[in-house]
Structures are given as C-alpha cells and as structure tokens.
C-alpha cells in the first residue's frame, strides 16, 4: 500500500541528499499593532526570497479582521512578486456580504482564496449559519465560484475535524468541497507522519484526487499549541512534552529542538512522497526559513530582488 511504500522510505533520503525540489507556502496573520504590522512585514521579507507558491493570510474568528486581512493580503499582492490568497470564513456574513469581499478582492488583484466555515466568535459556542450566509465551508466553495474563477484552497483534517460524525463522513466533507470547485487541501497541523499517510490513503480510497498539502506547525511552545491543538483536532503526542522538558528559560534551544521536531516530519513527509509543504508561520520567519533551507530550498535572485 501507499502507507508500506511510504514507510519503507522513511529511512532515506538524508537532509543532505535532498534536491531541493520541494515547495512550500506560508501563513500570516493580520497584526493588530504596528509593532506587530513590523514584525510580520520582516517575516514576510526574509521569506519571500525562497519563491513561495502562494502566502497566505488568515481571518480571524467572526470575520473580526475582514479590514485588516484585507489590508494585509492587498499589500503582499502588490508588494512582493508572491501571490498572496485570503484567508475566508462564513461567520457572521450574509451572502452578499461575502460577494462585496470576494469582489474587492478580485479588484485588488488576489485570485486565491482559503475558503472556510470559520468558528463562532464565542469560543466553545456552535456554530449556527448566519440566516442569509452559507452553510458551511463546500457551500461558501460553490458561491465563490458563481462570482469569479479565483483558485480555491479548503481546509482538510487528518485527525478529523472535532465536529465530525466520524472520520468517513469528515472525508465526504472533503469530497464535497473539492468537488463544488476547490483546487486542494490544506491541513490541520498534526505531529505523525503516518497520521498523514493514512488519511492521504483513505482520501484516495474516497476518490479524492486533489492535492492535500500537510500544514506544518513549527512548535516552539508546547503549552501554547496544546491550548490551540485541543480546539482543532490535532493531538500534541506525549513525546513532544518530553523533547521540550527542561527548557522552559532556554528560548535558544527550545527553537532548535522546535526545529528539529519540524524539520524531521517534513522529512518523513518528502520521503512519503510530499513535494508541497504549508507553513503556520505565527508571524516569524526563522523556524520556517530554517526547515525550508533543510528541504534543500535556497533564495531565488528574482524573488529577493523583486523584495529588496
Ligand atoms: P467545513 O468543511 O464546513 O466542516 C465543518 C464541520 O462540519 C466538519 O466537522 C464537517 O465534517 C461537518 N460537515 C460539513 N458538512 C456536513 C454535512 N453535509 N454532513 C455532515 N457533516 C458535515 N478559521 C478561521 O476562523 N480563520 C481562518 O483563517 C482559518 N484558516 C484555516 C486554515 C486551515 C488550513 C485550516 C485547516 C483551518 C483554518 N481555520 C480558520 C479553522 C476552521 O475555520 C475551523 O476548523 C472550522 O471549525 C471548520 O472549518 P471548515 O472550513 O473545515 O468547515
């Protein structure tokens, strides 16, 4: 099976051996000061070198940053030579609410949009549809394709989603939302590669034949994560814990060790045949330019002097 031939592989290649044939994608988040708007900008200019295939920008819970995603995606767009996709959920947003969006951003040049139904701004509260809005994310799909042709990115679980009936009917839910119209899949974060491998095979078995790209979250605070893991449906496996012991006062090595535990999966991930890796960024270049430099990727000339 793909799982046996993925795990065959697990022991080779080697960081060294690798040929830099990866690609990767990064995710911001709109800052909420302008200490922030520095730090993200830095971000984005050291990783913009290595020639992303897209950047992206989330929206935060309840359309609460529908200005300043919009503001940050328009300015990745006509600032770098990276295309930038916006982040979109269907809380709190009546049908036409969505449409002026999607159409200002069409206008502002962004063809990309990461299409989602979004958490009820009230944390731990259900979400309920807004009465003139989508359902949820496959039906947020099909009405962004009635208003412009934009690439569309969707959300996918390998751990399922914590609201699903179950694994298979989280995997229908995929299905549905590729088949009104996604372009791919974007996952959750997760820390085992088999965990992938397995709903990377069970994805096929549905008939799933879009790309799923593993969201990669460098973790260099594991309580931080855990409090994020519990709400999403990833799991912080106990091993996690015990790399990270002792290190509380050690920032230095906690990012190394954080970078290791990353860049290992990425690596067992490549071995699996992975050739795209998402990047959760939290706003922070190093973790991510790290691991990309281990997948062998290196500055393209264009694209640092298009940042410069
Ligand atoms: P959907 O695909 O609509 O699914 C929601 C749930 O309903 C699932 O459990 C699904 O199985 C179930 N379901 C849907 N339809 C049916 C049906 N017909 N029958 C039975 N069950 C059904 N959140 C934000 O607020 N802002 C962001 O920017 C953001 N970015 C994200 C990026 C990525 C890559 C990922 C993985 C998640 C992101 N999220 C973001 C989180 C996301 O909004 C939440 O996980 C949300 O709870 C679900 O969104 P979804 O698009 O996966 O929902």
Known sequence: SQLEEARR???????????????VSFEFFPPRTEKMEQTLWEAIQALVPLGPRFVSVTYGAGGSTRER???TVARIQSETPIPAAAHLTCVEASKADIREIAEAYWEAGVRHIVALRGDPPVMGSKFAP?????AGAADLVAGLREIAPFEISVAAYPETHPEAQSGQSDLDNLKRKLDAGANRAISQFFFSPDCFFRFRDRAAAAGIDAEIVPGILPVSNVAQTRKFAAMCGAAIPPWM??????????PAAR???????SAELCRKLYAGGVRHFHFY???RAELSYAICHLLGLRPKADAQEKAA
């Not at 592989?9 to 690609?23: E, K, S």
């Not at 814990?241 to 050690?250: S, T």
């Open 255 to 261: 990012q190394l060790v954080a970078a290791t535990i």
């Open 281 to 283: 960024t939290l706003n």
């Open 130 to 134: 807004h009465p003139e809005g989508f």
């Open 241 to 250: 814990d015990r790399l990270f012991e002792g290190l509380d006062d050690m």
């Open 9 to 23: 592989a697990l022991d080779a290649p080697l960081f060294a051996d690798l040929a830099g044939d990866a690609q």
């Open 69 to 71: 995603t919009h503001a």
